[in-house]
């Protein structure tokens, strides 16, 4: 059997281009030029970027004064800098949700050696307003380690943006993911995204939710939004780690980081000091309910910490 490929080519510049059956707009690597494989025409911006040296000395600069990294700078060396645009759209949703349910409330009835805490239901209801601003990753594959974080920074430090041809590609340069959802599918998903978050609000206001109806308008979709996303791989010992940047402000926004035997010693420690708060509750507080508070808290901790000293990453987020 023999494979036919369809062989792709820039509208513009006739360059190979990268195309899968998602593909919604392809970016030309070499001038780009946005191919579009549907009839759909619309605006894309992007985010300029910073240069891998910028990246690189974002990174030597933390290893020089990050308290654990300082102490085996002379061990790391960087792999790989390579950095790629990511592309977004963000959909500013208007939501209003009513919702009722019943709240649970504990009273004591009765006086004296009778008295005793009764549970009553009571039912409560609400309306709940707000107005999101969602980022929508318009990729259909997993998202990478930190693409989160991007969205995060980007909403925050509001950079600056620029029409892809007013861009002067040659300095870019980047690999652009492909765009696999449409502004249309986004809407949509940014709907679902902010109908989820508000009933979880509704859901944290009661003990049990009865009744729940929500509202949800669109007020604006962005232009389709390429955001510059930059990973360094570094080594340290036989092993390789990850840190990755706001490709516009060398913003660190997570890394990963070997866990050193000091910090293995911290975390026993850590594990040993809540064993001993969960000890001290049960022998000295006489109300039972602290008591179990106490060990439900303590070995919660331990827990976490326990599950700490037997990974040999631990990440750190900016
Ligand atoms: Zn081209």
Redesign the pocket.
């Known amino acids: 059997m023999t494979e036919t490929l369809q062989a792709y080519r820039?509208e513009?510049?006739?360059?190979p281009l990268e195309v899968t059956p998602e593909s919604i707009v392809v970016i030309?690597e070499?001038?780009?030029?946005p191919n579009w494989m549907t009839d759909i025409r619309e605006e894309i911006y992007v985010v300029p970027s910073l240069s891998k040296g910028d990246i690189e000395r974002s990174f030597k600069q933390r290893v020089a004064e990050d308290f654990d990294l300082r102490r085996i700078k002379n061990k790391i060396s960087i792999v790989e800098v390579n950095g790629v645009y990511v592309p977004f759209y963000f959909v500013t949703v208007k939501v209003e949700a009513r919702y009722e349910g019943y709240k649970k409330r504990r009273e004591r009835v009765g006086t004296g050696k009778r008295a005793r805490i009764v549970t009553k239901r009571e039912k409560v209801s609400g309306t709940l307003r707000s107005t999101l601003k969602i980022p929508i990753l318009a990729r259909r594959s997993a998202e990478d380690f930190s693409i989160f974080e991007l969205a995060e920074h980007f909403r925050h430090s509001k950079p600056e943006l620029i029409k892809i041809q007013e861009v002067d590609w040659k300095k870019i340069r980047l690999p652009v993911l492909n765009t696999e959802i449409s502004s249309e599918e986004a809407r949509d998903m940014a709907r679902d995204e902010a109908g989820d978050r508000i009933r979880e609000k509704a859901e944290s206001k009661v003990d049990e939710l009865i009744e729940f109806q929500c509202r949800t308008k669109i007020v604006n979709v962005s232009p389709l939004t390429l955001v510059p996303y930059w990973y360094l791989v570094y080594n340290y010992g036989m092993a390789q780690y990850k840190a990755a940047y706001a490709g516009w402000s060398s913003h660190l926004l997570a890394i990963q980081e070997p866990v050193m035997a000091y910090h293995r010693a911290l975390y026993f420690i850590g594990v040993l000091a809540s064993c001993a708060i969960a000890a001290l509750g049960f022998a000295f507080l006489r109300d039972l309910r602290v008591a179990l508070g106490a060990l439900i808290f303590a070995s919660g901790l331990s827990y976490a910490l326990g599950r700490k000293t037997v990974s040999d990453v631990r990440i750190e987020r900016g």
Do not use: H, K, M, V
Not at 30 to 33: E, R, S, T, V
């Open positions: 820039c513009r510049c006739g360059a030309c070499y001038c780009g030029n």
